[in-house]
């Protein structure tokens, strides 16, 4: 019998197949029980702190509703709402929320920053982004391609667009734990780091997972059950970068073409928050500078049939209660 009670999840490098195996069946029952309406709170009379450095809409209140429906109280503290960093160290602030709470997801700018928190707190640490991976995000993208496909062995996903941001490298590990094959669609100067494609291309060799990496999106693109991309530009690059990425990324962007290249029943999925039309402060500015009206998705493909970027959305909320359950508990 698994448990993973007490743990911590920084990246799913450090869970085995069969781990993220439970999480996602757990997923799966709490999203039934929910619907059901024969829901068990597990989490009765638990805290949860939600540090945030950077924005959210879909962690934040995937964490909010996860928590409320499992019966436990949740505080947010947002990037000005306490002394870390100003007056505190992560390491001092992780002491005290520890003594605290039970359970404390951190989005943060810098990697290391989460694995210092973790170090410290004395109680579940759940990575809720950094600039290297976004892992609550991947238990759900793996429940909808499972929703759809009821299988992951073997699924071909294709990652369009910045291969090397946090989405990209955590899709790349998910995938290579999974046994599926993932292709990253990218220039050359945006796949993901040498050290990390390695790390799992191991990975791969235990499992049967594919790993490849393309600079021909259509090519790329061919006879694939899921296409992903994510925005070209993530929180905390600096605002210079936009120039270097839509000329690099513009041949990347997911349309009509791209999507014919896949299988007739493929899926488009897009963590989000996107840029796929002009309805976004960023969207307008940068089509006053550029000219573009859409970026890494075309409004067309974000709003067809193939697109399930909304029950993707939804399922962060029931994969991120199986985390705290299995874990918090
Ligand atoms: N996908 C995702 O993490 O969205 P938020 O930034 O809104 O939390
Ligand atoms: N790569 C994006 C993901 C947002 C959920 C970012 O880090 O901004």
């Known amino acids: 019998m698994l448990n993973l009670k007490g743990r911590s999840l920084m990246t799913l490098l450090d869970f085995s197949p069969r781990e993220i195996q439970y999480l996602l069946d757990l997923s799966r029952d709490l999203k039934r ?9 597990k989490l009765v009379g638990k805290n949860i702190a939600l540090l945030f450095q950077k924005t959210s809409t879909r962690t934040r209140c995937a964490f909010e509703v996860a928590a409320h429906d499992q ?3 949740v505080t ?6 306490s002394q870390m960093g100003i007056k505190e160290s992560i390491a001092d602030t992780a002491r005290v929320l520890g003594r605290m709470y039970d359970g404390i997801q951190f989005r943060c700018f810098r990697h290391e920053d989460v694995l210092e928190l973790d170090k410290y707190a004395g109680v579940p640490v759940f990575n809720g982004l950094s600039d290297l991976f976004h892992p609550t995000q991947m238990i759900a993208d793996l429940m909808t391609i499972i929703e759809e496909f009821k299988t992951l062995k073997g699924i071909k996903m ?12 955590s899709l790349m590990v998910a995938s290579a734990k999974m046994g599926m094959h993932f292709v990253a669609a990218a220039p050359k100067h945006l796949w993901p780091e040498e050290k990390l494609i390695d790390q799992c291309k191991k990975i791969a060799k235990e499992t049967g997972a594919i790993l490849e990496f393309d600079e021909d999106i259509i090519k ?3 006879d694939a059950h899921v296409i992903y991309t994510d925005i070209w530009v993530s929180m905390g690059e600096p605002d210079s970068v936009w120039d270097e990425r839509i000329k690099l990324l513009s041949p990347y962007q997911v349309n009509s073409n791209v999507m014919k290249s896949a299988r007739k029943d493929a899926i488009f999925l897009h963590c989000l928050p996107s840029y796929h039309d002009l309805k ?16 890494e998705v075309t409004d067309e493909v974000f709003e067809s049939k193939k697109s399930k970027v909304f029950e ?10 199986a985390i705290m359950v299995a874990m918090m508990r």
């Open 220 to 222: 790329a693109a061919k």
């Open 158 to 169: 294709v990652f369009c667009g910045d291969a090397h941001n946090n989405v990209a490298n």
């Open 71 to 73: 019966g436990a109280h």
């Open 76 to 81: 947010y503290i947002g990037a000005d709402g």
């Open 312 to 321: 993707e959305a939804e399922n962060r909320m029931h994969s991120i209660k």
């Open 280 to 295: 976004t402060d960023i969207g307008k500015k940068i089509h006053e500078k550029y000219g573009l009206k859409e970026m």
């Open 33 to 41: 029980a929910k619907y059901a309406g024969t829901e068990v709170p």
